[in-house]
């Protein structure tokens, strides 16, 4: 195969948000609609990858509030993610997935109108 390496989006960004990491914790707890969401978000979540991991789907790719960019999110990656929001009431941890293959990744939008199709084709069963 001679498809191009996904290129590291950060390969020329001075501004590198991997490099914030080790700064104090100067993070706002969650608010209770915030924690709500997260809950929220758990579900769905584990019902996209019991309906795209099947399909060969590795996790989402999502738009970062912090810095702009897209990231890429495994399901394991965005399940510790809402579990470390619900429990610790701390915002997701800033650590995209290590070199991800892009066409494996789709969309929450992608995700959430699959699985509301497979409810809609079931339900007419
Ligand atoms: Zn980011």
Do not use: K
């Not at 738009?63 to 394991?76: A, I, M, N, V």
């Not at 915002?91 to 969309?107: D, K």
Request: net charge negative; hydrophobic share 30%; glycine share 6%.
């Amino acid at each position: 195969m001679l498809e191009d390496v996904p290129r590291d989006p950060f390969a020329d960004d001075p501004d590198d948000p991997a490099a914030a990491l080790g700064e104090p914790d100067d993070s706002e707890p969650l608010t209770p609609a915030e924690r709500d969401e997260a809950i929220t978000d758990l579900a769905d979540v584990e019902v996209f990858r019991s309906l795209l991991e099947p399909q060969g789907v590795a996790g989402l790719v999502l738009d970062c509030p912090e810095c702009g960019e897209q990231h890429y999110f495994d399901w394991d990656l965005l399940r510790g993610n809402l579990r470390q929001m619900i429990e610790n009431g701390q915002p997701q941890v800033h650590e995209p997935a290590y070199q991800p293959n892009p066409t494996n990744y789709v969309s929450w939008d992608y995700a959430q109108g699959y699985a509301d199709g497979v409810i809609d084709t079931e339900e007419q069963r």
